[in-house]
């Protein structure tokens, strides 16, 4: 079996979701997927994307079913619940790229071990846009054979990854602190902006500075840039990295952290913020417009 004809399955077609399907189509792979609004799927299918109406008819037994959905609960739905992907996909090999909780990826990897199979943690960092591109980067944990199974399907989907090991447990606390550095550094920001649009200066000239200069990323310049325009257009931002599924990752660090007896002295206070901007009805926003609350 050649590596595209692999019986391969994407369920969950939000915005990072679909950015994943088109790359694998573009690549030659043959593609069932799943969505629980099904209409999500029409530009999918047009391509030639199989859809299915449950998602444990999209898996196929053996094969590799990569999951991008929003939370640990959609997740846990989607694999261990009423036509959920564990049992039909067997001693398959669930990619799972979605943002969730140490706890959670342990409990699904034991779930399909029990089942023949394995679960392979692989969430990503980077925007839709981003993922359009293959320019994510991965981070991923798992059972070794199953992490090379899927090697060749984040080759394409990312421009490289860090190996975690074996603990699936590992990649989930490893992103889950990376969106925190994120996010607080999006914080700081919102702060330094806002301080320096008190004085009449114009917050994109600082977005620039801060991202050429004192703080040289990418990152930090895309998120200088998103807080600037909210600024200076005084309208939200649309979601890349919205305000809901932000305040969901920092409170999964913190939850994490607990459990594992350590203190999380940032968290808070970036959580704190969350709250203030999801009460101002930014819920669904992008997270640069934390100014707006």
């Known amino acids: 079996m050649t590596t595209t004809s692999v019986p391969l399955a994407l369920l969950g077609l939000g915005h990072m979701g679909l950015a994943l399907a088109n790359r694998l189509l573009d690549a030659g792979y043959s593609l069932?997927?799943?969505?629980?609004?099904?209409?999500k799927a029409?530009?999918?299918?047009?391509?030639?994307?199989?859809?299915?109406?449950?998602?444990?008819?999209?898996?196929?037994?053996?094969?590799?079913?990569?999951t991008m959905v929003s939370d640990d609960a959609a997740l846990d739905g989607l694999t261990l619940g009423?036509?959920?992907?564990?049992?039909?996909?067997?001693?398959?090999v669930h990619l799972s790229m979605s943002t969730v909780g140490p706890a959670t990826a342990r409990l699904?990897?034991?779930?399909?071990?029990?089942?023949?199979g394995a679960y392979v943690s692989a969430p990503v960092f980077g925007r839709p846009d981003v993922a359009a591109q293959g320019k994510l980067w991965g981070v991923m944990s798992g059972a070794a054979a199953a992490r090379a199974?899927?090697?060749p399907l984040l080759d394409v989907l990312t421009r490289g990854r860090t190996d975690l090991g074996d603990d699936?447990?590992?990649?989930?606390?490893?992103?889950l602190g990376g969106n925190l550095l994120i996010l607080a550094a999006n914080a700081a920001l919102t702060d330094a902006l806002s301080l320096a649009a008190a004085y009449d200066i114009d917050p994109a000239t600082l977005a620039a500075l801060y991202g050429d200069t004192l703080f040289a990323s990418p990152m930090i310049k895309n998120y200088a840039t998103g807080v600037a325009r909210a600024l200076s257009s005084h309208a939200p931002n649309d979601p890349g990295f919205s305000v809901r599924l932000a305040r969901k990752?920092?409170?999964?660090?913190?939850?994490?952290?607990?459990?594992a007896g350590a203190s999380l002295r940032v968290a808070e206070t970036v959580?704190?913020?969350?709250?203030?901007?999801?009460?101002?009805?930014?819920?669904?926003?992008d997270v640069t417009s934390l100014p707006l609350a």
């Open 168 to 175: 699936p447990a590992a990649a989930s606390v490893v992103k």
């Open 42 to 66: 029409r530009p999918l299918a047009e391509r030639g994307a199989r859809v299915a109406e449950r998602p444990g008819d999209a898996v196929t037994r053996g094969g590799i079913a990569i």
């Open 271 to 285: 959580r704190a913020g969350l709250d203030d901007a999801t009460a101002a009805g930014l819920g669904d926003a």
């Open 149 to 151: 199974r899927v090697a």
């Open 249 to 259: 990752d920092v409170t999964l660090a913190a939850e994490a952290a607990r459990a």
């Open 32 to 39: 069932h997927v799943y969505n629980r609004t099904a209409e």
């Open 82 to 92: 009423p036509d959920g992907i564990a049992d039909a996909l067997g001693d398959g």
């Open 108 to 116: 699904l990897a034991v779930e399909q071990a029990r089942r023949g």
